[in-house]
C-alpha cells in the first residue's frame, strides 16, 4: 500500500519557523513530482510549493523568499522549510507526489502561527 506521511507541523509564533517532512512508502518516489499544498479554514486548497523529479522549484507568490521545498530521494522524502511564518500561513499542509496518472496525498499536518 502506498502511503505518504507528513510531520513537522505545530504551533509557532510569527516569525518563527518549521520545517515539514513528508516520507512515502510502498513506492519509489524518485520519477515523480512532489508538492506541497495547504488549506486554511473554509478556503480552497491551494499548491503551496512543488519540486519536479529533476528538483526544478516553484513557489506560490505568498511564499517566495520564505519557504523552502526539497526532496532526497535516497530517503523518498520530501521536506517544506517555512521561515518568517505569518498568521496567513495557518493552514493544514498536505503533500502529495504524482507521475502521470497517479497521484497520492498525505493525511496532513497541522500549522498554526498565532502569538
Known amino acids: 500500500q502506498v502511503q505518504l506521511v507528513e510531520s513537522g507541523g505545530g504551533l509557532v509564533q510569527p516569525g518563527g519557523s518549521l520545517k515539514l517532512s513528508c516520507t512515502g512508502s510502498?513506492?519509489?518516489?524518485?520519477?515523480?513530482?512532489m508538492g506541497w499544498y495547504r488549506q486554511a479554514p473554509g478556503k480552497q486548497r491551494e499548491l503551496v510549493a512543488v519540486?519536479?523529479?529533476?528538483?526544478?522549484?516553484n513557489y506560490v507568490d505568498s511564499v517566495k523568499g520564505r519557504f523552502t521545498i526539497s526532496r532526497d530521494n535516497a530517503k523518498n522524502t520530501v521536506y517544506l522549510e517555512m521561515n518568517s511564518l505569518k498568521p496567513e500561513d495557518t493552514a493544514v499542509y498536505y503533500c502529495?507526489?504524482?507521475?502521470?496518472?497517479?497521484?497520492?496525498w498525505g493525511q496532513g499536518t497541522q500549522v498554526t502561527v498565532s502569538s
Open positions: 502529495k507526489a504524482w507521475r502521470l496518472s497517479r497521484n497520492y
Open positions: 519540486v519536479s523529479s529533476d528538483s526544478f522549484t
Open positions: 510502498g513506492e519509489i518516489f524518485t520519477n515523480y513530482a
